[in-house]
């Protein structure tokens, strides 16, 4: 009963976005057909979605460059934050050591990423490598600095309560800075993995053989804006995917900043109390 | 307490000869790596290498001055345009609800989408040339002051609208007085990121396109294996990186000068000044 409820709220929510993008579909197919638009860089809604069930269904040849571009952000994405939140870490336990790292840090920063492409591609070559490096260039710095700023962050009472406890200098770490961080590091890891999704694909663009990026380029060089617009929604895949799957992780890792989340695992914790209690 | 603070954010004399200390070690290891033979010239040229490459490149042939005034024009052009785009749709958008909820699923998939991926189908549409160029950047630049803008107007406290419309003031005198000011430190951190944005987009472009322009520069010398070249040109954009950060941050501070003492003091004197002027001339007359 309450789920038809809800089923229905959400038809009614969604009722009007539909009508208005398919009024806009149907105006844009309009204005084509009857030559209103003329240039063939304005390809028809019906011919971009020929083209995406071509590349997607029939020939499905979109998956073999999708998860060649999945893999290169993915894995760059892991070596950046990897190296990043190490950076970040040592920096906060050790003064000295942040002090000294910091002025690299930032002229990395201000360095325009993109810029190392070139050169990178004639470090590691023309396959996956050069890819996976300049995502992970690019994404280091937002995690290296939302870690840091997290982990510097300090409640001044809770640190003196827990040294009033006795708590060693890990336990202060473990159980009072990192989790204060996490919140902070989440957004930059989100900030982190779409910027290695850019690193990716601007490689694919500069030299490769496969990726979404070289069949974005190929496609619109040889004047395809149809099948050019439907591998750009790929790449929106691929966005939308990493983006929640962090948001799914923000979720369960840093469940305190969510209500319900938080209500569950403390609803979880009691039962699991109680199951130690009994015995 | 406050000498304290102003001793740690002041670098002492000890650490900064340690900063150098390390800096020239580093320097001078990778020269000697390099002049050894450790590390590939190819690859990793040496700091003197670089540094003759920039006294070529800037003085004895001087070939990147048109090539910097290409790029950074075409950024000017480009961070301009969208910018603007972006602030005066944010606000827009930000101010009718409606507008706003229709909006809202098209502006998440397009924020899910790499923005720089659609150079090629811009270049195929526009044309090789300054033209998309220009494109390129204005979409690299609208979106995050058009979303920055937008989270400002919405954020807007809610008493003092209220109070605002209570007392009667138009819906333009609401975004004057209340909306933007308000808003203002939001856009300005948006402008910070798409004018760092706009120059990685015109690298792309001129990747792409490679015609001319410093993106161009880096690919040509770095496809010639003039590796030195490349580099001094990146070092170069990594000042103009610095001088953008620096620049923006100094622009902050002048418009949204309440957010700081220095600032607020600055602007407080002027009105007391402008304000006993007047009194002055109201007396005398």
């Known amino acids: 009963m309450h789920n038809d409820q809800n089923r229905m709220f959400w038809i009614l929510r969604a009722a009007p976005h539909l009508l208005l993008l398919a009024a806009i579909l149907a105006a844009w197919e309009g204005a084509v057909a009857t030559g209103l638009i003329t240039t063939i860089m304005i390809p028809r809604p019906s011919a971009i979605g020929g083209a995406i069930v071509e590349l997607y269904v029939t020939k499905g040849t979109i998956y073999e460059h999708f998860f060649i571009t999945l893999t290169e952000a993915v894995v760059g994405f892991g070596i950046g934050a990897a190296v990043a939140i190490a950076l970040a870490v040592s920096s906060s336990l050790s003064e000295n050591f942040g002090r000294y790292v910091s002025p690299y840090a930032v002229v990395l920063n201000v360095t325009p990423g993109i810029a190392l492409t070139p050169i990178i591609i004639a470090w590691f070559g023309y396959g996956m490598g050069s890819k996976i490096a300049l995502a992970a260039v690019i994404c280091f710095f937002p995690i290296f600095v939302n870690t840091l700023t997290g982990l510097r962050q300090t409640d001044e009472d809770r640190e003196e309560l827990f040294r009033s406890f006795g708590a060693s200098q890990r336990q202060v770490f473990m159980q009072l800075r990192v989790p204060a961080a996490l919140p902070l590091m989440f957004a930059g890891l989100k900030i982190g993995l779409t910027t290695a999704l850019i690193g990716a694909v601007v490689a694919e663009f500069a030299q490769a053989t496969a990726g979404v990026g070289v069949l974005m380029s190929r496609f619109s060089f040889s004047l395809n804006m149809a099948s050019s617009l439907a591998t750009l929604l790929s790449m929106t895949l691929i966005g939308l995917l990493l983006f929640y799957t962090m948001e799914f992780l923000d979720d369960r890792i840093v469940f305190w900043r969510r209500e319900a989340r938080m209500a569950a695992v403390s609803r979880a914790r009691a039962r699991a109390w109680k199951s130690g209690a009994a015995h | ?285």
Not at chain 2, 201 to 225: P, S
Not at chain 2, 259 to 273: D, F, P, Q, S, T
């Open chain 2, 1 to 285: 307490m406050t000498d304290n603070v102003k001793a740690t954010s002041q670098p002492k004399t000890g650490q900064m000869v340690i900063h150098f200390t390390i800096f020239l070690a580093l320097i001078l290891s990778w020269e000697l790596g390099a002049q050894m033979g450790w590390l590939d010239k190819l690859f990793f040229p040496a700091p003197s290498a670089i540094l003759t490459s920039f006294w070529r490149i800037y003085v004895s042939q001087g070939n990147i001055w048109f090539h910097l005034y290409i790029s950074l024009g075409l950024v000017f052009a480009g961070f301009t345009a969208g910018s603007i785009l972006g602030v005066g749709l944010g606000a827009v958008v930000g101010m009718n609800a409606t507008v706003r909820r229709f909006l809202q699923p098209y502006v998440i998939v397009l924020e899910a989408t790499p923005r720089i991926a659609v150079a090629p189908l811009l270049i195929a549409a526009l044309g090789f040339g300054a033209t998309s160029k220009i494109a390129i950047i204005m979409l690299v630049c609208f979106f995050a002051p058009f979303i920055n803008t937008l989270s400002g107007v919405i954020n807007v406290d809610r008493d003092r609208f209220e109070l605002m419309r209570s007392l009667g003031a138009s819906k333009i005198q609401v975004l004057r007085k209340l909306v933007l000011p308000e808003a203002v430190p939001v856009i300005m951190a948006g402008e910070r990121l798409a004018l760092t944005s706009a120059l990685s987009g015109v690298l792309v472009a001129e990747f792409i396109q490679r015609d001319q322009g410093i993106g161009t520069l880096i690919l040509t010398y770095t496809r010639n294996l003039n590796m030195a070249s490349a580099f001094a040109c990146i070092f170069t954009l990594t000042l103009i990186g610095f001088l953008i950060f620096k620049g923006m941050e100094r622009l902050d501070h002048r418009i949204a000068y309440w957010k700081n003492e220095a600032g607020l003091r600055r602007v407080g004197a002027k009105r007391a000044r402008a304000w006993a002027a007047e009194q002055g001339g109201l007396a005398r007359a």
